[in-house]
């Protein structure tokens, strides 16, 4: 018996359990805090686990994180440190994120509010649109998710730049790497999107400091923010007070530190602010089970596990 068990408090574990028994009909599925007999569980998925859950279990083989980002799995400081974490790397959920970043970049470019708010006013007003070519778009994290977006921006007709821990080799796009180039990098962009994931080292990166660092000579003589990575990257009261003196044109923000964002926040309401819900690329269910499940296959046939998090860099 080799049983898979959903430890996802926040998340309807029995629906998704549901759908992994169709993807992976061999395999009993459990919902915590259901567990049954503990020996049986040899995969986990899991979203903001409870402490001591997943170290309660003594055969457990692989843990899945059911998104793209591990922080959710990494709060636990209990885990256990030698059973490996492996990551959903599916290009559904990477299709998404890519479809969120062109188009807030176009909406920022095109001017896409101003021109709501004239149908609004009724106003027929004709101004200058600048081509893509005028702007410089920064990815920040260049992995899985923003080597996508940046190549999809660069189709676009966007001027590319990137930024990694390691250098790297993107047809169309500029990349800088390290601390030693960070400061380049945000020279150059005009639209900084940001497709870290959540570390220690990201934590509040997003501040007044590297707002001033961004470009000025782009069409709108400030940067506009895309944030799709993480909210714990975001100093909310830095952007709204650099919205406020023009250090910033516009932001879109998707992610939020806490989630969901309250109501008492000034960023609801304020008119150069684009808020969606933490769902940039939200992934279809089914697809994420039958990826596990292919991942499964493979690690029980013998190959090597793929897309594993490296719990010393936390991503
Ligand atoms: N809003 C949403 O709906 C949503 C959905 C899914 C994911 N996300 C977020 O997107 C993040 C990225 O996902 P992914 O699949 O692209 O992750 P990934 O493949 O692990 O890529 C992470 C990228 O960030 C870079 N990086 C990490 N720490 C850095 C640092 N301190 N300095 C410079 N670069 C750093 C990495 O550099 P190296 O390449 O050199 O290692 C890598 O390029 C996730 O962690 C999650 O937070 C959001």
Redesign the pocket.
Known sequence: MSAFLFVTPTWDGKAWATKMAKAAPHLEMRVWPDMGKLEDIHYVAAWLPPPNVVASLPNLKVIYSL?????AILGDKTLPTNVPIV?V?DDD??N??SE?IVMHCLMHHRQQRRLDQQQSDKQWNQFNQHAASAMTVGV????????DAAKKLAMMGFRVVG??????SIPNVTSF???SE?DAFLGETDILVS?????P??DG?INRSLIRKLSRKGPFGAPVLIN???GRQQVAEDIVAALDTGELHAATL??FKPEPLPISSPLWSHPKVTITP??????EPAAICQYVADEIARFERGEPLRNLVDTT???
Do not use: C, I
């Not at 920040?140 to 080597?147: A, D, F, H, I, S």
């Not at 930024?163 to 790297?168: A, T």
């Not at 497709?195 to 570390?199: C, M, Y």
């Not at 933490?278 to 992934?283: I, R």
């Open positions: 998104g793209a980002g591990v922080d990551r790397n959920l990477t998404r994120m969120y920040m994290g260049l992995g899985v998710l923003g080597q930024w990694s821990r390691s250098k790297k790497a390290g601390k960070f497709l870290l994931p959540a570390t080292e990201t990166l799709a990575g993480r998707d992610v933490h769902n940039a690329a939200d992934s860099r936390g991503y």
